[in-house]
């Protein structure tokens, strides 16, 4: 049971380029969750599913797209990445009747 | 506007040395406060959920207590491997499946 895991690890792109995050979890989530950490800020809700085929904005998302064609993944794209996008990025999941959320370990991406 | 403040932003303990963490909150309806450990580099941790007031749980040196405004982590003899950064979180509105993170407490325990 490997829980909640995020590719990659680590990403530097040029300001314009594009590139897709992956977020995979083994527990049967219904609810999976794509946030940003930036220093001296909370964690940030970029987008959200509540299940399969489902998805929706959170607090910070423009610049972002989301896809959850299967239950177990959740997509989050760059489609033309800005050094404000520079974050670390956390993925998280939760099962349907709880509230707690299980992250990820995360993907530090640097945009130049 | 439902928001989370964490106080001190950060904490200097020596190794044995208790204290406690704050988490103040405003929510329109709670449905659960959560705690959370980081350590650098890795992703938020769970360590405790509450659901009402008067609740409380513990987990070895860590004991969680929630109040209607506030939640407070008491820390009881610390050691070195408790330093972590420590995160507070609220849901509120379930309609709105959003969770309000505060910016973290960076503890700090010397041996």
């Known amino acids: 049971n490997a829980g909640v895991t995020q590719t990659p690890k680590f990403r530097v792109l040029k300001t314009g380029q594009s590139m897709t995050l992956l977020c995979a979890q083994d527990m049967n989530h219904e609810y999976m969750y794509w946030y940003r950490q930036d220093p001296g800020m909370g964690l940030r809700l970029i987008h959200y599913s509540v299940g399969e085929g489902t998805t929706a904005k959170g607090e910070v998302p423009d610049g972002y797209n989301v896809s959850r064609l299967k239950k177990q993944n959740f997509l989050l794209g760059l489609e033309s990445a800005a050094p404000s996008q520079t974050s670390v990025y956390f993925c998280?999941?939760?099962?349907?009747?709880?509230?707690?959320?299980?992250f990820g370990p995360g993907t530090r991406l640097l945009v130049l | 506007e439902d928001q989370v403040t964490q106080s001190p932003e950060a904490l200097r303990l020596q190794e044995g040395e208790s204290s406690s963490l704050n988490c103040s909150y405003t929510?329109?309806?709670?449905?659960?406060l959560f705690w959370y450990r980081q350590d650098p580099g890795k992703g938020p941790e769970f360590l405790f959920t509450l659901y009402s007031a008067g609740e409380e749980k513990e987990k070895e040196r860590l004991k969680a207590t929630l109040t209607k405004k506030e939640s407070f982590l008491h820390i009881t003899a610390p050691k070195p491997e408790d330093s972590a950064t420590y995160l507070c979180a609220v849901q509120g509105d379930p309609g709105t499946y959003k969770y309000i993170f505060g910016t973290g407490t960076r503890l700090k325990v010397l041996a």
């Open positions: 998280a999941s939760r099962p349907q009747g709880r509230e707690t959320q299980y």
């Open positions: 929510v329109s309806g709670l449905r659960g």
